[in-house]
């Protein structure tokens, strides 16, 4: 097996032509490479509070989570997802969330202590951050036309993020053109948003601006 790097014009206008080929390693198997544990959002934090643990969540630089429809069914409202939101805020880690990863800010009502107990405080510590999401009206012209569609069935969404967002207590905004990128940084809340996948280039860097900040200022300290 052939691995390759590649380095990508980022002129290119999204064809993403080859630019030259950075390195080459041939010869590498499946079996050779290491085994990686992924591990749960419920056993980090219990990795995380476990006093024995190396493990921190402090260590991360940030926390990136992509977007997709996934995220509407394991994010939303999800009391672990809301414990994983606070533990990061509450040791200053950087939340990057891109196009549908938003929608787990609706879990941050929630709390989860040690013993799996779950508690609800709708005045928490992330309501009304500002943040940016993929908007209703691109879901339906999404719906409308991208999709496969089964005869005389519609394809439908259980809900729209930037509705729920706003319901739950959230400051979002969004652009009449979807092909509008726009990136919301929160200082105060510590979450950075992009409004879908053609916003990452502009979320990445402004990612990298945050964490190098950061480290700049830890360095001076």
């Known amino acids: 097996m052939a691995v390759r790097a590649y380095d990508i014009?980022?002129?290119?206008?999204?064809?993403?032509?080859?630019?030259?080929?950075?390195?080459?390693?041939?010869?590498?198997?499946?079996?050779?490479?290491?085994?990686?544990?992924?591990?749960?959002?419920?056993e980090l934090l219990a990795r995380h509070r476990d006093a024995a643990d190396d493990f921190s969540l402090a260590g991360f630089d940030f926390m990136h989570a992509p977007g997709g429809h996934a995220p509407m069914i394991?994010?939303?409202?999800?009391?672990?997802v809301g414990e994983l939101l606070h533990q990061l805020r509450e040791n200053d880690?950087?939340?990057?969330?891109?196009?549908?990863?938003?929608?787990?800010?609706?879990?941050?009502?929630?709390?989860?202590?040690?013993?799996?107990?779950?508690?609800?405080?709708?005045?928490?510590?992330?309501?009304?951050?500002?943040?940016?999401?993929?908007?209703?009206?691109?879901?339906?012209?999404?719906l409308d036309g991208g999709y496969p569609k089964i005869p005389g069935e519609e394809t439908r969404l259980a809900f729209f993020v930037d509705v729920a967002l706003?319901?739950?207590?959230?400051?979002?905004?969004?652009?009449?053109?979807m092909a509008e990128v726009l990136v919301i940084w929160d200082d105060t809340h510590g979450v950075l948003t992009g409004n879908g996948p053609h916003a990452v280039d502009e979320q990445t860097a402004r990612l990298n601006e945050i964490v190098q900040s950061r480290k700049n200022a830890a360095a001076r300290a």
Request: charged share 25%; net charge negative; glycine share 6%.
């Open 93 to 142: 880690v950087p939340i990057s969330l891109i196009c549908h990863a938003p929608v787990a800010m609706t879990a941050a009502k929630y709390r989860v202590d040690a013993d799996g107990k779950v508690s609800i405080n709708e005045d928490h510590a992330f309501k009304g951050a500002h943040i940016t999401t993929v908007p209703e009206h691109g879901e339906l012209q999404i």
């Open 166 to 177: 706003n319901d739950a207590g959230y400051k979002v905004d969004v652009t009449e053109n």
């Open 9 to 42: 014009d980022p002129a290119d206008d999204g064809q993403q032509k080859v630019r030259k080929v950075v390195g080459i390693r041939v010869g590498v198997s499946l079996e050779a490479l290491p085994e990686h544990k992924w591990y749960s959002i419920e």
């Open 74 to 80: 394991d994010f939303h409202d999800n009391p672990l």
